[in-house]
């Protein structure tokens, strides 16, 4: 059964500085990563995505790093705003015969004016 | 790009009573659609598995008499919490995997439900 683990739970910085969130799971057979972010009590809004065969995916000022072989992918935000603050969660697609989109335990940034 | 519509964004009902979520994907047919389930500071959990013309797949340890699916269009997917109590308030979200495509899904906005 995969398992998606996000380290940490929390995690405040202020204003500017550039930060990584991180992403561990426990079986690699998997099709792509994707980040999201939440904001309080709203849905997800796709960050990045990357596919099994690809190292990294970079969007403004994110980018996503994977190394499926040790089942860790990091979030890169450079220099942080505090509209950057909500809740990012990373999800794995992987295949035990059916599709199943597992996620994270979430990471709940606050950026500090 | 693909947008999925969920609604009602947020519901308050009486113990007892039913209560419908739609999900509806506006530009893309979805043979496949998803319901998830968040609890307070908690991850996404999958419920159940929605598939047009045929029977959800519910996840171990979801009931399929409690939350029932409706697929009846390739755009359109129900979720009925029936006789709601309060331990079924949470945020209910769904996703639409677009027809023909794999890995792939789009996330509604979510509908919180309060049950007093």
């Known amino acids: 059964k995969q398992e998606v683990t996000q380290i940490p739970a929390a995690l405040s910085v202020p204003e500017g500085e550039n930060l990584v969130l991180n992403c561990s799971f426990t079986?690699?057979?998997?099709?792509?990563l994707q980040w999201f972010r939440q904001d309080p009590g709203k849905g997800l809004t796709s960050l990045l995505l990357?596919?099994?065969?690809?190292r990294e995916q970079t969007s403004g000022r994110l980018n996503a790093s994977l190394d499926k072989s040790s089942g860790r992918s990091t979030l890169y935000i450079a220099a942080s705003q505090p509209g950057d603050s909500a809740t990012y969660l990373c999800?794995?697609?992987?295949?035990?015969?059916?599709?199943?989109?597992?996620f994270g335990t979430g990471t709940r940034l606050t950026i500090i004016p | 790009g693909a947008v999925v519509s969920q609604h009602p964004s947020r519901v308050i009902c009486k113990s007892g009573t039913s209560v419908k979520i739609e999900c509806r994907s506006l530009?893309?047919?979805?043979?496949?659609m998803f319901w998830y389930r968040q609890f307070p500071k908690q991850s996404l959990m999958l419920m159940a598995t929605?598939?047009?013309?045929?029977?959800?797949?519910?996840e171990q340890g979801v009931e399929k008499d409690k939350f029932l699916i409706n697929h009846a269009s390739l755009t359109l997917s129900t979720l009925t919490v029936t006789s709601a109590h309060p331990e079924d308030s949470s945020f209910y979200i769904c996703?639409?995997?677009?027809?023909?495509?794999?890995?792939?899904?789009?996330f509604g906005a979510g509908t919180r439900l309060s049950v007093l």
């Open positions: 996703s639409a995997r677009p027809s023909g495509s794999k890995n792939i899904q789009y």
């Open positions: 079986d690699s057979a998997i099709y792509n």
């Open positions: 990357i596919q099994s065969s690809q």
């Open positions: 999800a794995v697609f992987t295949n035990f015969g059916n599709e199943k989109l597992t």
């Open positions: 530009d893309f047919q979805a043979t496949t």
């Open positions: 929605s598939n047009e013309g045929s029977k959800a797949t519910y």
